[in-house]
């Protein structure tokens, strides 16, 4: 028998976005159901950057010394190998932000947090093991959720429903909105190499004849991607592991024998590059946010970044008229209308780099050029700090309402 609840928001995913965005409207007194098809939050091979942006919303939220108390690495220059030219790319130490680093972190490390913080307040439930199923509708508006729970089917009414589950959302397929797919010449493989002892390194990108990786130092091992094609891994497969472990060994100039710890295909997860995003992200009582309305492509690791400033964007609109009753679809309008330009030029950017650069040099037979910019670059580094600045900011970065900073 299915049991009914009732609630102010209820968010489905708990992700960045909507654990972020059920954090925050609990803090500003909202009661928020967040639901989670997975028991945990342990998921490799995520987003586990957490950029001077959002770094700077832990801050804001006066939680950004307990949160770099949890284990993390900083990475403050971002630099590349083109064919066996070292370049730097990013400076991240003159950000105008507390701090001025990609922190690297597990990302269900920064979930539990997340969601351990939310815990200390009454307005705040995570229902972990729930998937949302379906909507509920009432004529043209969106009025609660139809989930699964370990025990039973569930129902849960709500003034507002938030998909934030992610790039293969459901419930924004049961709202009919319509998603372009705007195209990705590249999948990614991500892959771990145990470090040796004393053994550190920078996060860096490694550029050659037809090949591009990228590894990052995790302390005790390195979290590699190798760029592939699209749809080329079924190719690589038949070709053999022997084959692909001699690949990546020459590409990363490392010792073959260092890579015996890729035994199977099991240990090479693939990501399967994606960069889409709805025309509109709302109906009236239903909002799409994070991956649900822009999946992102992993150029810059942007992905979790975008989710939170989103979350941010959608508390700081969305938490008072939710806590009135007052809550209308202009409200919704307007997060979409703050969000859509950055998620555009961020898309845009990404775009001319996978398919401008990234495309063509997945085709070189031979050791690439150091492109212009990049020499530029290098014999002026002050040019390094815009880069800097549009991966660690972003575009239009948010922070949170004053009303939501002072309550606790
Ligand atoms: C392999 C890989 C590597 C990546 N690397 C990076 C990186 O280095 N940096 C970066 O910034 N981004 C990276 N990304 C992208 C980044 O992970 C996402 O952009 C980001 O996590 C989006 O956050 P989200 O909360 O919108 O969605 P998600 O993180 O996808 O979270 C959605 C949540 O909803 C849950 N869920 C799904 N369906 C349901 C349902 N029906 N009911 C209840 N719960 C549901 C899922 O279990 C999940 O917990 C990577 C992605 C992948 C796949």
Known sequence: MAGNLET?????????????????????????????????????????????STLEVM???????????????????????????PVM????????????????????????????????????????????????????????????????????RADLVV???????????????????LGAPMDALWFRVPARPGEAGETMGRVGAGS????????????????????????????????????????????????????SWDDVSLLTVRVDRLRQWYRQGFLCIGDAAHAMSPIGGVGVNLAVQDAVAAANRLAAPLKAGTLDVEDLKAVQRRRMFPTRVTQAIQLIAQNRIIGPVLELKEQ???????????????????????????VRREHVAEFIRAAH
Request: charged content about 20%; overall charge neutral; glycine content about 10%.
């Open 8 to 52: 102010q928001c209820c968010i489905a995913g708990g992700g960045p976005a909507g654990l972020m965005l059920g954090y925050l409207l609990a803090r500003a007194g909202v009661a928020v159901i967040v639901l989670e098809k997975h028991a945990d939050f342990l998921r490799d091979f995520r987003g586990d950057t957490v950029h001077p």
């Open 368 to 394: 690439p050029a150091l492109p212009r910019a990049l020499r530029l670059m290098q014999r002026c580094p002050v040019l390094q700090r815009l880069p800097a600045r549009v991966l660690g900011l972003g």
């Open 212 to 263: 591009i990786l990228v590894q990052i130092f995790r302390g005790d091992y390195w979290q590699c991607a190798y760029v592939i094609p699209k749809g080329a891994f079924e190719t690589l497969k038949a070709a053999g592991l022997a084959a692909f472990r001699e690949t990546i060994a020459a590409g990363l100039k490392w010792d073959p024998a260092r890579l015996a710890t890729i035994a």
């Open 163 to 181: 998909a934030a589950d992610g790039r293969n959302s459901v419930l924004r397929a049961r709202a009919g909105l319509v998603v372009d797919d």
């Open 89 to 156: 790319i990013a400076d991240f130490t003159h950000l105008p932000v507390r701090e001025p680093y990609i922190a690297m972190m597990p990302q269900w490390d920064f979930l539990n947090f997340v969601a351990s913080e939310g815990a200390g307040y009454e307005t705040f439930t995570l229902r972990m093991s729930t998937e949302a199923t379906g909507l509920i509708e009432k004529g043209d508006t969106v009025v609660g959720v139809r989930a699964m729970s370990p025990e039973a089917p569930i129902e849960i």
């Open 59 to 85: 801050a804001e939220l006066g939680l950004i010394d307990r949160f770099l108390a949890l284990p993390h690495q900083k990475v403050r220059k971002l630099g590349a190998m083109v064919g066996d030219t």
